[in-house]
């Protein structure tokens, strides 16, 4: 099964992006959006389903098989909340490019009714260098003899990552807990 949900979204991202391209959050957006049309027949809840490396619950689009010339998105579902009339599901969204990620931010989707709306957090440079920094420091704690950090202290997510999703009215923070980098998200508790 999890063969053929690779496959599928190395097909789709052939399709959608082409050959030649990499994914983009907004690559990485339509995909879900494909995901839950063909596969889920519109029913959202299909997205719990979805793992990424180690069986945590997310979605990604591989740019390219070789992880030193990719760029890759990754989405780690942190949860599903409801806000306003709405359910949301909430993932921490890392691109990562060549091993490296370079951009951190959270994203919500709900699909509702056939229509499927997107709110993207901003991006924090400050949040970013806080989770950055705190891989490389397990790193050189854990090989202190090797010059370069293994990529999986520099992509996005690390296997050892545990977030927090905490609500407050319609602001989502998410939170890392060992660097204490915090993204965070604000939808509308009303629909427009």
């Not at 994914?23 to 029913?43: A, H, K, M, N």
Request: with cysteine.
């Amino acid at each position: 099964m999890v063969r053929q949900v690779w496959l599928f979204l190395l097909l789709l991202l052939v399709v959608t992006t082409g050959c030649s391209s990499q994914p983009t959050l907004s690559s990485w957006q339509r995909s879900i959006s494909s995901y839950v049309r063909e596969t889920g027949d519109g029913d959202p809840l299909v997205l719990r389903d979805m793992t990424l490396p180690e069986n945590r619950p997310g979605f990604s689009v591989i740019g390219h098989h070789d992880t030193t010339a990719s760029t890759d998105v990754n989405g780690l579902l942190l949860g599903h909340e409801q806000v306003g009339n709405r359910m949301w599901f909430v993932y921490l969204v890392g691109v990562v490019e060549k091993e490296r990620v370079t951009d951190i931010r959270l994203a919500a989707v709900s699909m509702e009714n056939g229509k499927t709306t997107w709110k993207r957090g901003k991006e924090s440079e400050q949040a970013l260098n806080m989770y950055r920094r705190y891989g490389l420091k397990q790193a050189k704690e854990r090989f202190p003899n090797r010059k370069t950090p293994p990529p999986r202290y520099t992509g996005f997510p690390r296997p050892d990552d545990v977030f927090e999703l905490t609500k407050a009215n319609e602001k989502l923070v998410a939170t890392h807990k060992a660097s204490g980098a915090r993204w965070e998200l604000s939808l509308p508790r009303k629909e427009r």
